[in-house]
């Protein structure tokens, strides 16, 4: 029992630094993989605004296509009215 209670805390104190140590390694592949990590996220975020840019060309394109499309549609159907004689204005019958 003697020898127990004197082997019993050397092989303890013998596990904790085993423990520790595998607790410092595993912390240092932990920082360095955040460290890769960091390097994609801002390599993903510079792709995100070129991508945005990119959107925005295509937004401001499709804009002005709808107002070129809207003007058009409107002076063909202008011109609809102006030959086939219909009036945009309310009838006076509308009224009763």
Known sequence: MEVLSAILPIIIYFLLIVLLVVVIILGIK????IDKINEIVD???????SLNNIFGVINYATDKIGYFSSKVF????SLVNKVFGIRSGKDDDDYV
């Open 30 to 33: 932990i920082i360095i993989t």
């Open 43 to 49: 390599d993903i975020r510079g792709k995100v605004e």
């Open 74 to 77: 409107d002076t063909a159907s």
